[in-house]
């Protein structure tokens, strides 16, 4: 903890397993035996053998701003199409495609992942630990999330790319009208993005509760972190709907099954039931740990505490609790009762309140504060008008009436990307912003980070707010052109002109993150004065991450002790080992070894995306791949400890 001087607080219980421990030798040496304990192998082999929660993280920040990038050039090609009434740039089949890649895109391999994996990154550095609580499975669940990715865009090229929206509604996905292997690579992808998802999920609720530092009682978690806790348990409760209905889809195209057959005794409805049951949760996976990089944001550039903690601890609990109480707002269009659309209706403009009561705080701190205008407070401004401008047209469609009129129109699509891009996508470029330093040791420029905010800004509501006019006019969603009568020309043109403008903010923004990788100013180790743990280690952090793991007396650590650090002793340094504590208060309970670098969950997702993409042609593959599968979980898991590990 590089410019912190550290006091010994209190000392973890002697017993267990032989070992050199931090309290027998001096501070140089237990830095050098720690770095060869946590280290990851050179080459090849330790790069795709690695368990290191960072390394990990880093990687699926990187591999998700990738698939961003597909994302957004479908969508600009989709602009250059719809410019123009009557354009015969882009064929039906192939806009089908893109709008639909679009949408998986963004949603199951953007938005959701690199929410996750700023959680991956960060959430150990900041309760005070030295990875996640499975590091295996979360090496795993990245090497799934990779691979389902890659099959869809390869299949894309390959003409096979799905076509019938993110949302693949039946029956046009079904086995009458689905063309060739389009929908069934998509049900895939699903499988795999959610198999990854689930994993995360597991392992951040873990890490969570049983590996925070000393002291940190639950009302001393930062708000970020419980943000991503609330998440990870809708993600627990959400994804196994979607992985259930994407499981029937393709069984009812590939073995006959009749689920979504209404002929046969199915039902159609019952698809979009499942999908939107995790589909608008899913909106709130997103959103949710949007709102903690807000609230890690928010007091280091007011310079004091957030006001409200409890209240925003609340409303993220609420939030996550009503997000199961929306789906059929998606459904006003398709003939249920009156009355039970009353009652979702009533949820939708319920779950208003909660988020009212995080912004209401947010404002405070800022009034009650100083506030620097750096880049990542700009974008945080930024997420609060978009989002507001989101909220209020949520609350609009969530009327029936209104609903029926707009339902299909351009109008859902402006609310959905102003609920999503400004309600997710400002926070997530403001996090990169104020944690690049942490995790490079390099500052983004300044400069080029206020231009690319207006940039972004600008273009984002010169492109989408008029989708608002559209839809009202009667455009239609999800077409890929337009007749010249319908007046619609200018406003299309309009958009996609202005499309270029978001898209030459985004420029900017990868543009800064090259540039400042190799010339940034070097940042030091708390370059904002923030006040969590994380900003206590170096930057950027070395394997370990801490070489004694603190103590946590306040709130907001850093601030309340900038001098003089608490910290436990009596861990192991020759091996992987973190402190297991009580769930409610943190107390230490236990040392508990932590996995060692393995390539076998890379060869075990190997054996089970085999098995997923082989399902797509033959059922026996799920048979046959079972094999594989089976020995690469097995090796996996085989003990390999020394007989005193088994004590």
Same mark, same amino acid.
């Not at 959103?287 to 903690?292: D, L, Y």
């Given at each position: 903890?590089?410019?912190?001087?550290?006091?010994?607080?209190?000392?973890?219980?002697?017993?267990?397993?032989?070992?050199?421990?931090?309290?027998?030798?001096?501070?140089?040496?237990?830095?050098?035996?720690?770095?060869?304990?946590?280290?990851?192998?050179?080459?090849?082999?330790?790069?795709?053998?690695?368990?290191?929660?960072?390394?990990?993280?880093?990687?699926?920040?990187?591999?998700?701003?990738?698939?961003?990038?597909?994302?957004?050039?479908?969508?600009?090609?989709?602009?250059?199409?719809?410019?123009?009434?009557?354009?015969?740039?882009?064929?039906?089949?192939?806009?089908?495609?893109?709008?639909?890649?679009?949408?998986?895109?963004?949603?199951?391999?953007?938005?959701?992942?690199?929410?996750?994996?700023?959680?991956?990154?960060?959430?150990?550095?900041?309760?005070?630990?030295?990875?996640?609580?499975?590091?295996?499975?979360?090496?795993?669940?990245?090497?799934?999330?990779?691979?389902?990715?890659?099959?869809?865009?390869?299949?894309?090229?390959?003409?096979?790319?799905?076509?019938?929206?993110?949302?693949?509604?039946?029956?046009?996905?079904?086995?009458?009208?689905?063309?060739?292997?389009?929908?069934?690579?998509?049900?895939?992808?699903?499988?795999?993005?959610?198999?990854?998802?689930?994993?995360?999920?597991?392992?951040?609720?873990?890490?969570?509760?049983?590996?925070?530092?000393?002291?940190?009682?639950?009302?001393?978690?930062?708000?970020?972190?419980?943000?991503?806790?609330?998440?990870?348990?809708?993600?627990?409760?959400?994804?196994?709907?979607?992985?259930?209905?994407?499981?029937?889809?393709?069984?009812?195209?590939?073995?006959?099954?009749?689920?979504?057959?209404?002929?046969?005794?199915?039902?159609?409805?019952?698809?979009?039931?499942?999908?939107?049951?995790?589909?608008?949760?899913?909106?709130?996976? +997103? !959103?949710?740990?949007?709102?903690? #990089? %807000?609230?890690?944001?928010?007091? @280091? =550039? &007011?310079?004091?505490?957030?006001? *409200?903690?409890?209240?925003?601890?609340?409303?993220?609990?609420?939030?996550?609790?009503?997000?199961?109480?929306?789906?059929?707002?998606?459904?006003?269009?398709?003939?249920?009762?009156?009355?039970?659309?009353?009652?979702?209706?009533?949820?939708?403009?319920?779950?208003?309140?909660?988020?009212?009561?995080?912004?209401?705080?947010?404002?405070?701190?800022?009034?009650?504060?100083?506030? +620097? !205008?750096?880049?990542?407070?700009? #974008? %945080?401004?930024?997420?609060?008008? @978009? =989002? &507001?401008?989101?909220?209020?047209? *949520?609350?609009?469609?969530?009327?029936?009436?209104?609903?029926?009129?707009?339902?299909?129109?351009?109008?859902?699509?402006?609310?959905?990307?102003?609920?999503?891009?400004?309600?997710?996508?400002?926070?997530?470029?403001?996090?990169?912003?104020?944690?690049?330093?942490?995790?490079?040791?390099?500052?983004?420029?300044?400069?080029?980070?206020?231009?690319?905010?207006?940039?972004?800004?600008?273009?984002?509501?010169?492109?989408? #707010?008029?989708?608002?006019?559209?839809?009202?006019?009667?455009?239609?969603?999800?077409?890929?052109?337009?007749?010249?009568?319908?007046?619609?020309?200018?406003?299309?043109?309009?958009?996609?002109?202005?499309?270029?403008?978001?898209?030459?903010?985004?420029?900017?923004?990868?543009?800064?993150?090259?540039?400042?990788?190799?010339?940034?100013?070097?940042?030091?180790?708390?370059?904002?004065?923030?006040?969590?743990?994380?900003?206590?280690?170096?930057?950027?952090?070395?394997?370990?991450?801490?070489?004694?793991?603190?103590?946590?007396?306040?709130?907001?650590?850093?601030?309340?002790?900038?001098?003089?650090?608490?910290?436990?002793?009596?861990?192991?340094?020759?091996?992987?080992?973190?402190?297991?504590?009580?769930?409610?208060?943190?107390?230490?309970?236990?040392?508990?070894?932590?996995?060692?670098?393995?390539?076998?969950?890379?060869?075990?997702?190997?054996?089970?995306?085999?098995?997923?993409?082989?399902?797509?042609?033959?059922?026996?593959?799920?048979?046959?791949?079972?094999?594989?599968?089976?020995?690469?979980?097995?090796?996996?898991?085989?003990?390999?400890?020394?007989?005193?590990?088994?004590?």
């Amino acid at each position: 903890m590089s410019g912190i001087r550290q006091k010994k607080a209190e000392r973890i219980q002697e017993g267990g397993p032989k070992g050199i421990r931090d309290t027998s030798i001096d501070e140089a040496r237990l830095r050098a035996f720690l770095a060869h304990a946590w280290q990851t192998p050179k080459g090849l082999y330790g790069w795709l053998a690695t368990v290191d929660h960072k390394l990990i993280g880093r990687r699926y920040v990187v591999t998700a701003f990738l698939f961003f990038i597909f994302a957004g050039l479908s969508a600009l090609a989709m602009r250059f199409q719809l410019a123009a009434p009557e354009a015969g740039r882009i064929g039906p089949d192939l806009y089908n495609q893109l709008f639909t890649m679009h949408g998986t895109t963004m949603m199951f391999l953007f938005a959701v992942p690199v929410m996750e994996a700023f959680a991956v990154y960060l959430v150990p550095l900041m309760i005070g630990t030295r990875n996640v609580a499975f590091p295996r499975l979360n090496a795993f669940s990245y090497w799934i999330y990779v691979s389902g990715g890659m099959m869809i865009w390869i299949a894309f090229a390959f003409n096979t790319g799905a076509d019938a929206g993110w949302f693949s509604y039946v029956p046009l996905a079904g086995p009458d009208y689905g063309i060739g292997k389009r929908p069934d690579f998509w049900a895939q992808m699903v499988t795999y993005t959610e198999v990854s998802a689930l994993a995360v999920a597991v392992e951040i609720i873990a890490t969570v509760f049983k590996q925070r530092a000393p002291g940190m009682t639950l009302d001393r978690i930062p708000l970020y972190v419980w943000s991503v806790l609330v998440t990870a348990f809708v993600i627990l409760f959400a994804m196994p709907a979607v992985m259930v209905s994407s499981t029937m889809l393709i069984l009812d195209r590939l073995v006959a099954t009749k689920f979504f057959d209404s002929a046969a005794g199915g039902d159609v409805l019952l698809w979009q039931h499942l999908f939107w049951f995790f589909g608008h949760p899913e909106v709130y996976i +997103i !959103f949710i740990p949007a709102t903690g #990089f %807000v609230s890690a944001i928010l007091p @280091t =550039f &007011v310079r004091r505490p957030v006001f *409200g903690y409890l209240g925003i601890v609340l409303s993220l609990i609420a939030i996550g609790f009503l997000s199961f109480g929306l789906w059929v707002h998606h459904m006003f269009a398709t003939g249920l009762p009156q009355l039970g659309e009353s009652f979702f209706t009533a949820s939708s403009m319920m779950i208003a309140i909660p988020s009212g009561i995080q912004i209401f705080c947010w404002i405070a701190t800022i009034w009650g504060g100083k506030p +620097i !205008f750096a880049t990542p407070l700009l #974008f %945080v401004l930024g997420f609060i008008f @978009t =989002f &507001v401008i989101g909220g209020l047209t *949520g609350v609009m469609v969530a009327s029936v009436p209104l609903d029926l009129q707009v339902h299909d129109t351009y109008f859902v699509v402006a609310h959905f990307h102003y609920v999503l891009v400004g309600g997710a996508v400002f926070p997530l470029l403001g996090a990169v912003y104020y944690w690049f330093p942490k995790v490079t040791g390099r500052l983004l420029s300044e400069r080029l980070g206020h231009w690319n905010f207006w940039f972004i800004f600008v273009g984002f509501n010169l492109t989408f #707010f008029p989708m608002h006019i559209l839809g009202l006019q009667g455009m239609p969603r999800r077409v890929y052109t337009y007749p010249l009568e319908s007046g619609w020309g200018s406003v299309n043109l309009f958009i996609s002109l202005s499309s270029l403008v978001l898209f030459a903010g985004f420029a900017l923004f990868f543009l800064n993150m090259l540039l400042s990788l190799r010339n940034g100013h070097l940042a030091g180790d708390n370059p904002w004065g923030a006040s969590t743990l994380e900003w206590a280690a170096t930057s950027p952090p070395p394997s370990y991450n801490f070489p004694h793991l603190p103590v946590v007396t306040h709130r907001d650590p850093l601030w309340a002790e900038p001098d003089t650090l608490p910290v436990i002793e009596g861990l192991r340094v020759d091996a992987r080992e973190v402190v297991g504590g009580t769930v409610a208060d943190a107390v230490p309970q236990l040392r508990v070894p932590s996995a060692d670098n393995s390539i076998w969950p890379l060869l075990s997702a190997i054996a089970v995306g085999g098995t997923f993409f082989a399902s797509i042609y033959t059922p026996w593959a799920v048979v046959w791949g079972a094999i594989p599968v089976s020995i690469g979980f097995i090796c996996w898991f085989w003990p390999k400890g020394e007989p005193e590990d088994e004590e």
